[in-house]
């Protein structure tokens, strides 16, 4: 089955600096790639997610990119605000032979004022 | 819609004792899932549905998980016997179609003393 692994674990940043979460997945048959941001207490949330047929997709300060040959994918925030603060979640699913997602292990990002 | 409803919210529980958590997905989703979140292991799927059949069950920790989804509007994970090393939040999560967003309900968070 499919594996996905999330980097880093934790991961600190200053007010308006960017940040960056990579994930790598192992089956290459995978073909939905989303990102769920789940804040202290609540429950996860879609924020963005990505098809294998596009390499990148933007959604105002929060992008995605994909690499299939690698099997990797990355989140990239810019311009952090202290409400980004949240654990961060990467997926990925064969959408084409069933609906499998599989969670990487999270990102807790804190934002400093 | 309500979203995604779980019960209980919070269940302590001794050791040995059965538990059981209930899901109601949202109206007119075909897929619903089964995930544990721990501090160790992030979001960890133990099953999951596609129109009330269960396609993936190789999550379940042990014999001592079950889980049914009688008709398309409730699902239930039973615990028995429940241990210590079962505390954890447990999400219940349904979307509908492919490459679509899975809505998760705010979790029944489940404490074995």
């Known amino acids: 089955g499919e594996n996905v692994e999330q980097h880093p674990s934790t991961l600190s940043v200053q007010e308006g600096d960017s940040a960056v979460i990579k994930c790598t997945y192992s089956?290459?048959?995978?073909?939905?790639f989303p990102w769920y941001k789940q804040e202290l207490g609540k429950r996860p949330q879609l924020i963005i997610d990505?098809?294998?047929?596009?390499g990148e997709k933007k959604d105002q300060r929060i992008a995605v990119t994909l690499n299939k040959t690698a099997k990797h994918f990355s989140l990239h925030i810019t311009e952090t605000q202290p409400e980004d603060s949240a654990v961060y979640f990467c997926?990925?699913?064969?959408?084409?032979?069933?609906?499998?997602?599989?969670f990487g292990e999270g990102t807790q990002l804190t934002v400093n004022p | 819609d309500a979203g995604v409803i779980q019960s209980p919210r919070h269940e302590v529980t001794e050791m040995g004792q059965e538990v059981t958590l209930r899901c109601k997905p949202i109206?007119?989703?075909?897929?619903l899932f089964w995930y544990r979140q721990t501090m160790m292991r992030g979001l960890e799927l133990l099953i999951y549905f596609n129109n009330n059949v269960p396609i993936d069950d190789s999550g379940m920790p042990e014999d001592r998980f079950s889980a049914k989804m009688p008709n398309a509007s409730f699902s239930t994970l039973k615990i028995q016997p429940s241990e210590p090393r079962d505390s954890a939040v447990y999400f219940c999560a349904s979307r509908q179609g492919s490459f679509t967003e899975a809505f998760f309900g705010q979790g029944t968070r489940l404490t074995v003393v």
């Open positions: 089956d290459s048959a995978s073909n939905y």
């Open positions: 997926a990925a699913s064969d959408e084409t032979s069933g609906s499998r997602l599989t």
């Open positions: 109206s007119g989703h075909n897929s």
């Open positions: 990505i098809r294998s047929n596009v």
